[in-house]
Structure formats: C-alpha cells, structure tokens
C-alpha cells in the first residue's frame, strides 16, 4: 500500500493488525474457535461516511453504500476486504447506470491487465455485474 493510501486509512481511524491471521492461527494450530467472519474484516464503512456536495443538491454516500450492500449481501458472496473495497470504489465512480470496461476498472483501482479481468470475472459469476451490449465489446454494469 502506498504512503499516500495508508496516510488516508489513519486519518480514518484504519491501521494494520495481525488480530485476524492471529485468531486464524490460534485455530489452525491450538484447535481455538476463534469466529472468523469476512464480515467483521469490512471497512467499507469507515471509508463512506463522508458526504460530496454536488452544487445545491447533496449526495449522501451512505445511501450509495446501502444500494451496493445489498447488492453483496443478496449474491451471497464472501469476497475478500482488498475485493470489497474494489467493489465500492467501481459502484461509487460508475453506480447501477454507467457502463464500464477493464481499462476503466485498470486506472481506477490500480490494478494490471489480469487482475481487472479476473475481477471482472468474478464479479460476473457472482451475479453483480452483467455484460451489456451495444457499447462494444468487454463491457460491463451493475446489476439491480
């Protein structure tokens, strides 16, 4: 993580911790019941809870979260806290609406060629994007 990056999760009140890979251990090795819930990993929280003015209308991010949280917890899936935050970062730049491609999701997140085709993938099978079409090919979108 760069610098930059883990300035702003501090200012936030988010720093590394080994608390989980500890517990995970204490079970592996020591037969602990230590719960291990991905949803307890989450940060998502912490990092919406700002609100964007847009002119005179204002735009409460948390509404945005709400939609995309339903949309996780309806599919079902246990994706990972780096995926998750993925997630959000796409659902708060394109939304349900706007159509998006790997090269969009490569400059937002960062990410190189196989990691945003994987994670298109994935998001594919986990039913929370859809392809569509008539924008070209390797296009993608929210799914309601």
């Not at 079902?76 to 993925?86: A, I, L």
Request: net charge negative; proline share 1%.
């Amino acid at each position: 993580m760069s610098n930059g990056r883990r300035r702003c999760f501090e200012q936030k009140g988010i720093h590394e911790t080994t608390e989980y890979l500890e517990a995970f251990l204490r079970n592996l090795l020591l037969n602990e019941k230590n719960e291990l819930h991905n949803r307890t990993l989450h940060i998502s929280e912490l990092l919406n809870e700002e609100k964007v003015d847009i002119g005179d209308t204002k735009v409460d991010i948390q509404d945005k979260k709400v939609d995309i949280e339903s949309v996780l917890s309806e599919k079902g899936s246990d994706f990972s806290v780096k995926t998750t935050v993925h997630i959000h970062r796409l659902f708060e730049k394109f939304d349900f609406d706007e159509v998006f491609g790997r090269s969009a999701v490569m400059e937002l997140l960062e990410l190189k060629g196989s990691g945003a085709s994987k994670l298109l993938s994935n998001l594919v099978q986990a039913d929370i994007i859809e392809p569509v079409s008539g924008h070209g090919k390797g296009k993608y979108k929210f799914k309601k």
